[in-house]
T-cell receptor
Framework: EPEVTQTPSHQVTQMGQEVILRCVPISNHLYFYWYRQILGQKVEFLVSFYNNEISEKSEIFDDQFSVERPDGSNFTLKIRSTKLEDSAMYFC?????????????FGPGTRLLVL | RKEVEQDPGPFNVPEGATVAFNCTYSNSASQSFFWYRQDCRKEPKLLMSVYSSGNEDGRFTAQLNRASQYISLLIRDSKLSDSATYLCVVISNAGNMLTFGGGTRLMVKP
């Protein structure tokens, strides 16, 4: 069964450093997402991406964040200057279509720790 | 008021028990509803979509009450492997942003 994959599984960084989290969505999917989950809290939407553009973003997704699809397979989330409060599990997801009933499939996540 | 609210639990039940979880959502214009399951430190996985007419998948039954803005999940004949956190998820707008509840933790004991 096709899966969303994410690398790295864990990342430790110093405050102020840039990090890039990588995702390979399911191959025939056209919609891509990033969510995050701070330890002990709920999963929160960050951004959705379709046709090489951001289609929706939340208040969390400020100027420190950016997304890119640099080639035909990868989808990346960049945090320019990490803060302590960016420590969280970051989940990438993808869906075949953008309809209301489309299932979003989640990757295993990247656990980011900012020191 | 939280957009999607759930009782965090934990619900501790014996194997074979029937357990029900509830969820309320605040946006009356919400379009789509789901139950996801999340194991400890893992990603959310879709358990089932929730339709207005109610739907069943094996031991799992989901119901939606639009008038009360209320969603439920019933698990019959609980298995040890059902132990997880159950996430109520709503799409509230015209896009496809998932809004998650905080989850209800279920622990099934032998």
């Amino acid at each position: 069964e096709p899966e969303v994959t994410q690398t790295p599984s864990h990342q430790v960084t110093q405050m102020g450093q840039e990090v890039i989290l990588r995702c390979v969505p399911i191959s025939n999917h056209l919609y891509f997402y990033w969510y995050r989950q701070i330890l002990g809290q709920k999963v929160e939407f960050l951004v959705s991406f379709y046709n090489n553009e951001i289609s929706e973003k939340s208040e969390i997704f400020d100027d420190q964040f950016s997304v890119e699809r640099p080639d035909g397979s990868n989808f990346t989330l960049k945090i320019r200057s990490t803060k302590l409060e960016d420590s969280a599990m970051y989940f990438c997801a993808s869906s075949r279509g953008g309809g209301l009933r489309e299932t979003q499939y989640f990757g295993p996540g990247t656990r980011l720790l900012v020191l | 008021r939280k957009e999607v609210e759930q009782d965090p639990g934990p619900f501790n039940v014996p194997e074979g028990a029937t357990v029900a979880f509830n969820c309320t959502y605040s946006n009356s214009a919400s379009q789509s509803f789901f139950w996801y399951r999340q194991d400890c430190r893992k990603e959310p996985k879709l358990l089932m979509s929730v339709y207005s007419s109610g739907n069943e998948d094996g031991r799992f039954t989901a119901q939606l009450n639009r008038a009360s803005q209320y969603i439920s999940l019933l698990i019959r004949d609980s298995k040890l492997s059902d132990s997880a956190t159950y996430l109520c998820v709503v799409i509230s707008n015209a896009g496809n942003m998932l809004t998650f509840g905080g989850g209800t933790r279920l622990m099934v004991k032998p």
